[in-house]
């Protein structure tokens, strides 16, 4: 890997990670931040992925700070929690519902990319 591709996803990386700090400390409730940054996120990777930039952007941008400011494993950890609860009903709703959001998320994020 190139020294310039691999600060690149460092320092996206770093924005994204401090990013997704900064919505957690914003907005509290249970599951809510991860939501957030989950389709926020995902919006941001479509509008990257379709706005034509060049790899460094790129991986600065999709790899680094989107990487780093989604939360998979957080919206999992969550997800089993709020079924080991009881709140299976919430807990579908979560699951189902991030990732609707997410893929809805991202092709709103390629057309508005699109056009940039």
Do not use: H
Not at 13 to 25: H, N, S, W
Not at 33 to 43: E, I
Not at 64 to 87: H, I, K, M, N
Request: aromatic share 6%; charged share 10%.
């Amino acid at each position: 890997m190139a020294l310039v591709s691999a600060l690149a996803v460092g320092l996206g990386g770093a924005a994204g990670a401090l990013a997704r700090y900064a919505v957690g400390q914003a907005i509290e409730g249970r599951g809510v931040d991860t939501l957030a940054v989950n389709v926020l996120g995902s919006f941001a990777i479509g509008v990257l992925l379709a706005a034509g930039l060049g790899e460094t952007a790129l991986l600065a941008g999709a790899v680094g700070f989107c990487g780093a400011f989604t939360t998979f494993s957080s919206f999992a950890v969550e997800t089993v929690r709020l079924a080991e609860d009881g709140e299976t009903g919430t807990a579908a709703a979560n699951a189902a519902g991030t990732l609707l959001l997410a893929l809805l998320a991202v092709l709103v994020g390629t057309a508005v990319g699109g056009f940039l």
